[in-house]
């Protein structure tokens, strides 16, 4: 029996999990809403507190959906729609997919057949995100503590440790984009990617801080994500990648 990772039984564990999450969403979502209203909260004020929450919203599943769709072609849509669906993110299940592949001589540009190739993906995305609940739920707390108490100290340097930490975790990525620099002007091929994305990003936030487009900052994400993968399906022709 070969097997498939759009196999119908995957879709039916994959959907079961996420409806189990979107009931937890509803159920909160509920118990919130009689309580603003026990509590006399204004009823407009409630009203507009979920509008704009949902609209909140669009942005990150814009970004999810992408990601959902970039993963699909190589692992099926079952896993990807549940990663994504629940704590995953595209900036760590693509890298975690990838290398696994790699260390496994398995191209992602096919779709994986092998049950233990997508056996071994799915525990790698699986097991490396999972210790990230365990820390938040027993040091979150007073890791929190820690940043606010230096950030009362010092508002400068605590923006900079916060921003430090944000692109030491960004870094641990690059090293995908410069790995095959080597391969001529080919491998360059996710660097000029790379630059682009960061060229709309930075007009997303200028056009934000100087036009006052408060707006564009919860699209920015989306908009050099898609900007990005036209871009290089411009440019991979030209290039010959």
Same mark, same amino acid.
Not at 108 to 115: L, Y
Not at 160 to 167: C, G, N, R
């Given at each position: 029996m070969s097997f498939s990772p759009n196999s119908p039984i995957l879709f039916i564990l994959a959907g079961a999990v996420i409806l189990f999450v979107i009931a937890q969403s509803v159920f909160f979502m509920v118990r919130s809403?009689?309580? %603003?209203?026990?509590i006399g909260m204004d009823?407009?004020?409630l009203r507009r507190t979920v509008v704009s929450t &949902?609209? =909140?919203t669009i942005a990150p599943a814009v970004s999810i959906l992408l990601g959902v769709i970039t993963l699909s072609k190589f692992l099926g849509l079952p896993l990807p729609w549940l990663r994504l669906s629940v704590i995953g993110a595209i900036t760590y299940e693509l890298p975690a997919a990838t290398s696994t592949?790699?260390?496994?001589?398995?191209?992602?540009?096919?779709?994986?057949?092998?049950?233990?190739?997508?056996t071994a993906?799915?525990?790698?995305?699986?097991?490396?995100?999972?210790?990230?609940?365990?820390?938040?739920?027993?040091?979150?707390?007073?890791?929190?503590? %820690?940043?606010?108490?230096?950030k009362n100290r010092d508002a400068k340097w605590g923006d900079?440790?916060?921003? &430090?930490? =944000?692109?030491g975790m960004i870094s641990a990525?690059?090293?995908?984009?410069?790995?095959?620099?080597?391969?001529?002007l080919a491998g360059w091929i996710p660097i000029f990617v790379l630059l682009f994305s960061a060229a709309l990003m930075c007009i997303c936030g200028l056009l934000s801080k100087k036009f006052h487009m408060k707006w564009i900052e919860n699209?920015?994400?989306?908009?050099?994500?898609l900007g990005g993968m036209a871009f290089a399906v411009v440019i991979t022709p030209m290039i010959g990648g």
């Open positions: 809403w009689r309580r %603003g209203k026990e009823m407009a004020v &949902a609209v =909140f592949a790699s260390a496994l001589g398995v191209s992602i540009a096919e779709t994986v057949t092998d049950p233990k190739v997508y993906i799915a525990w790698v995305m699986t097991l490396g995100i999972f210790p990230g609940m365990l820390w938040v739920a027993l040091f979150g707390r007073k890791i929190q503590g %820690g940043i606010a108490k230096i900079i440790l916060m921003t &430090a930490l =944000f692109l990525f690059l090293g995908m984009v410069f790995a095959d620099i080597r391969e001529g699209y920015a994400l989306p908009i050099s994500m």
